[in-house]
């Protein structure tokens, strides 16, 4: 969105225009288009209501009733962190006693927003002037909260009195596609990361994607889940990691929250299939913390390359979901169209890891009709590709 578009939906019409539109229904946005454009309505204006409007409905997800009366980017909601995810932000600068926050690239203003809900004082910045002034108008009920268009890495932080630094650099193209290289993010990761210099309690938000080898030694490396969702892994520095450097896990799922610290360095063990099957949560797994998930549940993995854990316990725990295992057996077509059908089973949930099988595909070759449903793991054990035929529990 264009300063004059915002410009537009901040006047008292725009505003009284955006407020007063019914929840967006894609299948009568044309209609409704039409209909305000006949009224005489700047059809500019009717345009950018309606892309706020459908803006704010996919933001529900992210910020709940809060997304109603706030403005939004593409890019911006894209990237924005989700307010149960910034609220965890926020307590890391509180708890380390940081009184003033500098959000360098603080985008629609998402965890600034939760640092300045929780009481801290808030300086957000962003390079774009458009998406500055979203972030102004999303932080409007803050008055411990200011917002600068302009460089954030340029900011005297000295000067300003800031106690805290948090960033979350850019990892789009304009185009949209994404941006894989640390150093091609916006700012770059080292220009970041250099802040720590000048302010040691330093935070960042990156794509949870990025390979351990780029992660700096110094860094408290988490990984966060949203009921089940992998969302990002945060950097935390400083006096924001009072757990010192290494790797964990947030899953948020239910709304509790579950942190997971290795707590060995030693390797599970690997065995055959139990009456259990494991599958840790994605955080979990790209900290590379299976192994706590199978000491919890005193099992092993299936196979030393895969993220599965097996036990002929059933423990529960928020970090992983348990399966019942009812059978097993060596992956192939027939003989598993054969097995399903025999139990008439004609709904079928497919889930694989270790294997370059489609579930699509396969659904479609073993052309079941049943009235039962089922639930398929396909998965290497021990090396070899092997079915595990499996119930939640």
């Known amino acids: 969105m264009d300063r004059e578009g915002i410009a537009q939906l901040l006047s008292p019409a725009g505003w009284a225009l955006l407020s007063a539109l019914p929840p967006y229904d894609e299948s009568r946005t044309l209609a409704l288009s039409e209909r305000m454009r006949d009224e005489g309505i700047d059809p500019a204006l009717v345009a950018a209501a309606l892309t706020q409007s459908r803006l704010r409905a996919k933001a529900a997800a992210k910020f709940g009733t809060f997304a109603d009366g706030m403005l939004f980017t593409a890019a911006g909601l894209e990237q924005a962190t989700r307010l149960t995810v910034a609220a965890h932000h926020a307590r890391r600068f509180r708890d ?13 203003g998402a965890d600034a927003m939760a640092f300045a809900g929780i009481g ?4 957000a910045i962003d ?18 909260a200011v917002v600068r268009h302009g460089d954030g890495l340029a900011l005297d932080l000295e000067a300003e009195g800031v106690d805290g630094v948090y960033a979350d650099p850019a990892r789009r193209t304009s185009s949209g596609s994404r941006v894989f290289d640390p150093a091609a993010y916006e700012p770059s990761l080292d220009a970041v990361l250099a802040v720590r210099e000048r ?12 390979p351990h080898t780029a992660l700096p030694d110094d860094a408290q490396a988490q990984w966060v889940s949203v009921d089940g969702d ?6 935390w520095f400083g006096p924001l990691a009072p757990e010192g450097p290494g790797r964990s896990a947030l899953v948020l ?3 509790e929250a579950h942190v997971v610290h290795p707590t060995s360095d030693e390797r599970p063990s690997v065995g055959p299939v139990g009456g259990y099957l494991y599958e840790p949560d994605g955080a979990v ?31 529960p725990v928020p970090t ?17 169209r054969t097995y399903l059908r025999g139990r008439d089973v004609g709904k079928l949930t497919i889930k694989k890891r270790g294997t370059a099988v489609v579930p699509e595909q396969l659904r479609r070759q073993l052309d079941l009709r049943g009235s039962a449903t089922g639930t398929i793991i396909l998965t290497r054990v021990a090396g070899s590709q092997q079915v595990l035929v499996v119930e939640p529990v």
């Open 96 to 108: 380390a006693g940081s009184t003033l926050v500098a959000d360098l690239t603080t985008g629609i």
């Open 120 to 123: 801290l004082r808030v300086l």
């Open 127 to 144: 390079v774009d002037e458009a998406t500055a002034a979203i972030a102004t108008v999303n932080l409007r009920h803050f008055p411990d």
């Open 199 to 210: 302010v040691p309690a330093l935070g960042l938000k990156l794509g949870p994607g990025i």
């Open 230 to 235: 992998v969302v990002e892994v945060g950097l």
């Open 253 to 255: 799922r239910s709304g």
């Open 285 to 315: 797994i790209r900290a590379g913390l299976v192994g706590e998930v199978a000491h919890q549940v005193r099992g092993h993995l299936v196979d030393a390359t895969i993220a599965y854990v097996t036990s002929d316990a059933l423990v």
């Open 320 to 336: 992983a979901t348990a399966y019942r295992v009812l059978d097993t057996m060596p992956f192939g077509l027939k003989r598993l």
